[in-house]
């Protein structure tokens, strides 16, 4: 397992130094400018293609069309532009992701910290409360959720911000345990600062490092999950262009038309990318000794 | 007794080339050891002790570590040019390093008796009972009961530790020893002991020792010359007498201004004012000027020629020459 | 280490429970009646209640669960709501097929990660160096359903080296066990890498090239148990992956495994055979981990002291 200290910084400027570090990194910044490109994408894609007359109207017409100038990824059994359609998937991929993992890393986080800071009974309770969730094989549990509950987009968010709650909690928990004893969280709490107080402003700044590094990951993990849940017709549900789903319903055509499954696979796994050199590159920035 | 010098250094330099800068780690090192000798390596944290202890046993890290010039002799072999199985075949049995840190210095997976016996096993036609056998003798010569050779490092105090790696560098008998801050991780009474040892065990087999450390009371008591290093060069050589009674280069005083006066508690340290230089940008001329209390004009500009008192005293400061060096340092010593 | 293999086995009874407990709280807070999926949209209220009834659905939902446990104390895992076969005798058919699955993979995975690892940190910065990395890279971020479609359209439907679905013969463990396996793979080989990296800065591994010994050997013989401690970790986790892996390859292969039959009984919601799916991957992935930390202690002593 890599273990990821928290670094204590002592110097000012922490983040203009970390950012410098991450500029040095080459491929750390192409992972940034591709998240930077997606991000982008997905908010301007409804002023780019009209939602109802080009992502979901189907034209028969003009069904499975290889790849041309008119359509440059070709087009699905129901004659929709399959690039049209995954430079707007990328606005589900991303809400979803980015929702569920906000909630996580704020439940998982504050279960994590309270318990790693104040230990015992507390502690105990959560934790063994992770284990159960933890003893539940990852995407499993996000699956079966996501299927108990039915597929739309709220319930999708419940499904994959629940199963990645027990990850943040143990992130937090071992960064804040490290530092609770450091001295100048002693020395807090030696001038007369109260608990609520030493958390939010020593305790957490200083666990920030391995949970930025952790959330960059986890966007990617939970990515590949809305788009393998989809896949498995239990996450977004057609005509809504997810790359999952619209993956899925190309394998009727993987002969001869195998560019329909082709494409979104590929927008997955350069998001996915993206992100993983991203997260390397910050774990790299935010910690230079584990280079 | 000129005899063939077991190690022979000359003109070593050593860079370490990383994204931050060149660090100059040697910038010329000269240094020769006889059979037998023991010869302390003398100077503060990073002025390139263990470079250069490494770099006998061609171990200096690469990347970044590049040996730019330089040449060193082991036992008459060119280091420089012998090819890794040579070097293999050298590498603990030739010549053998004790290195700083004993808490890392030996593999947390494996026993301690099977760490030593791979030196016979890779040094000698053997069984492995025999290897073991010897290994088990040791132990004993270390003063470590053989029957916790079976034991894993972290089972060993941090003495402890530091016999076992004693052990393992003694075990291929080596004609030159390399012992790197031997007991500076050590508890004092405990340094006392180890190295109480180290010396027996030296004149029992006759092993010379190239003795790397930053503490003057080791060298007094176990090196029979002395080179005192600053910034990757050897500032003054000499017998242990010449350098502790005829000091001569202000930085070698510095060093010893620096140590309490037991017999006279009342008189103030006199460390050295400033800090070591930055490897990787050195001060022009002479490396100590800027901290030197006796500075003159020529010494930011010309590197200091070396100047000899007698055969195997000398500096390497403008301080001297041949004529001033004989009657003694225009340092005045309290 | 006896009692400590027993104090693990009975830590993973509460858990199970707890497993079980949970996943019993979601499907009954899930939308859509047993009754009515089971008999279809034309079946009369008289007839879902009655259903119902023979079903126990109709108590609440904790009484309903301490009859499902009490059961399971006795190793009754139930019935199907579906089938009306015991759920044990439904998820046994299906055992074979997914542990030969996962499996394969994590043999791909493991038999390739390693070596991979070590000679990409041995030759750090060169050529293979960053060739297997980009390839590990790739590995992490193909999605299995996609890796596993395209693996089909090429070997099986143009090439036609392999079946395209079924689990006739071993050859139809290898596609699904390559797409299941690839993800793993790459993580364990970027852990592998990672972790022979910074062991070989360690001052041990100086110590050991001192006594005159040749570099391959430090590497296998100094460098690597130390390092293994890591990927060891990285292989117990891949292995709970793999598992909720083989859901998303068996769909693709048609592999008639227990994947393929959670995600059909979620779907029809036969709550005992969603239940026992579960809990036989829990089982799996607890008894994984169990092994990883005995694993851990053969290799580390360290942690082997803890443990007695």
Redesign the interface.
């Known amino acids: ?2 273990k990821i200290k928290p670094k204590i910084y002592k110097k000012k400027g922490p983040i203009v130094e970390v950012f410098l570090r991450l500029a ?1 990194n080459k491929t750390a910044i192409l992972g940034l400018i591709i998240v930077a490109i997606l991000i982008i994408a997905a908010l301007a894609a409804p002023f780019i293609f009209d939602y109802d007359d080009v992502i979901i109207k189907q034209n028969i017409s003009n069904r499975l069309q290889s790849p041309s100038k008119d359509n440059w990824f070709g087009t699905d059994d129901l004659g929709r532009d399959i690039f049209a359609r995954i430079v707007y998937g990328s606005r589900i991929s991303l809400r979803v992701s980015f929702t569920a993992v906000a909630i996580a890393l704020l439940i998982g986080g504050f279960l994590g910290a309270i318990g790693g800071y104040y230990g015992g009974m507390l502690d105990n309770i959560i934790m063994r ?1 992770m ?3 933890l ?6 549990f996000a ?3 996501a ?4 597929n739309n987009i709220r319930n999708l968010i419940i499904a994959l911000s629940i199963s990645s709650i027990p990850g943040f909690a143990r992130i937090l928990r071992s960064s804040v345990i490290t530092v609770r004893d450091v001295e100048f969280i002693e020395a807090a709490r030696a001038i007369g600062a109260n608990d609520a107080r030493i958390i939010l402003n020593h305790v957490i700044p200083n666990s920030l490092a391995p949970v930025i590094v952790h959330t960059t990951l986890n966007v ?1 993990t939970i990515i ?1 999950t809305i ?2 849940l989809s ?2 017709g ?1 996450g977004i549900a057609p005509p809504a262009p997810e790359w ?1 789903s619209m ?2 319903s190309g ?1 009727t055509y ?2 001869g038309h ?1 560019y329909i ?2 494409f ?2 590929f927008a ?3 998001t ?2 993206a992100l ?2 991203l997260g390397d590159g910050l774990r790299d920035a935010l910690d230079p000794r ?1 280079k | 007794m000129e005899n063939k010098p077991i190690l022979e250094i000359k003109n070593l330099v050593v860079e370490y080339r990383t994204d931050d800068g060149i660090v100059q780690a040697l910038n010329g090192l000269d240094l020769s050891i006889q059979p037998g000798e023991t010869h302390g390596l003398v100077g503060e944290t990073g002025a390139g002790k263990t470079t250069a202890g490494l770099g006998i046993l061609k171990l200096i890290p690469d990347p970044p570590g590049v040996v730019v010039d330089g040449e060193i002799y082991l036992d008459g072999k060119n280091v420089m040019v012998a090819s890794d199985k040579e070097m293999e075949s050298m590498r603990g049995y030739d010549v053998s390093m004790i290195f700083q840190d004993p808490m890392t210095s030996l593999n947390p997976v494996m026993t301690v008796e099977d760490q030593i016996a791979e030196v016979y096993e890779l040094h000698e036609d053997i069984s492995q009972a025999d290897s073991l056998k010897k290994t088990h003798e040791i132990l004993e010569l270390v003063g470590i009961p053989a029957e916790r050779g079976n034991e894993y490092p972290h089972q060993f105090s941090g003495g402890m530790k530091q016999r076992v790696v004693i052990a393992m560098a003694l075990a291929g008998n080596p004609k030159l020893l390399i012992a790197d801050e031997p007991t500076t991780a050590l508890d004092v009474t405990i340094q006392a002991q180890v190295l109480g040892m180290m010396k027996d065990l030296k004149d029992k087999y006759n092993t010379a020792m190239l003795m790397i450390t930053h503490d003057l009371g080791i060298v007094a008591e176990v090196c029979d010359k002395v080179s005192v290093i600053y910034a990757g060069r050897i500032v003054e050589q000499g017998n242990l007498v010449d350098i502790f009674d005829n000091t001569r280069h202000p930085y070698t005083e510095g060093l010893f201004n620096s140590l309490p006066n037991l017999a006279d508690r009342t008189q103030k340290l006199k460390p050295i004012k400033g800090l070591m230089p930055d490897p990787s940008n050195l001060p022009t001329g002479c490396p100590f000027h800027p901290r030197c209390d006796y500075v003159m004009e020529i010494c930011s500009k010309v590197k200091p020629p070396r100047v000899y008192r007698d055969g195997a005293h000398y500096v390497e400061c403008h301080l001297y020459n041949e004529e001033n060096i004989k009657k003694g340092g225009v340092i005045e010593r309290d | 280490m006896w009692k400590y293999i027993l104090k693990r086995l009975l830590y993973l009874i509460p858990v199970l429970f707890g497993v079980t407990l949970l996943v019993f709280l979601i499907m009954s807070v899930a939308p859509g009646d047993p009754a009515k999926v089971i008999l279809g949209e034309q079946a009369t209220p008289e007839a879902i209640e009655q259903l119902r009834v023979e079903l126990g659905l109709d108590d609440p939902v904790l009484v309903q669960y301490m009859r499902y446990a009490t059961g399971l104390l006795k190793g009754d895992m139930g019935m199907s709501y579906k089938s009306k076969d015991p759920v044990a005798v439904e998820i046994v058919a299906r055992i074979p097929t997914t542990l030969k699955l996962t499996l394969s993979a994590t043999l791909i995975a493991v038999l390739v990660a390693i070596p991979l690892g070590i000679f990409a940190a041995v030759k750090q910065n060169t050529l293979f160096d960053g060739l297997s990395m980009f390839i590990a890279l790739l590995g992490i971020s193909i999605p299995i359903f996609w890796l596993g479609l395209m693996l089909l359209v090429l070997f099986s439907q143009r090439l036609g080296w392999f079946p395209s679905s079924g689990a006739a013969s071993w050859k139809s463990f290898i596609l699904p066990g390559v797409a299941l396996g690839f993800h793993s793979m790459a993580s364990i080989a970027r852990i592998t890498r990672s972790s022979m990296l910074e062991v070989i800065r360690q001052d041990y591994i100086r110590t050991a090239r001192s006594k005159g010994m040749p570099y391959r050997d430090v590497i296998t013989k100094h460098a690597l148990p130390n390092a293994l401690i890591p990927t060891i970790t990285v292989t117990g986790l891949q292995i709970g992956a793999l598992m909720a892996g083989s859901v998303l390859t068996e769909t693709v292969f048609s592999l008639p495994g227990i994947g393929r039959l959670i995600i059909n009984s979620i779907q029809g919601r036969d709550i005992p055979v969603v239940l026992g799916c579960i809990l036989v991957f829990t089982i799996g992935f607890s008894v994984v981990n169990l092994l990883v930390d005995l694993l851990y202690a053969y290799v580390d002593p360290r942690i082997k002291a803890q443990y007695t």
Do not use: C, H, Q
């Open positions: 397992m890599e040095k409360f284990d159960v969730f003893a539940i094989p990852g995407t499993l699956i079966t959720i299927a108990a509950l039915g990617a590949l788009a393998g896949f498995l239990l999952g993956l899925s394998r993987l002969i195998s499954t082709a979104p696979g997955i796994m350069i996915i990318l993983n050199l584990l």
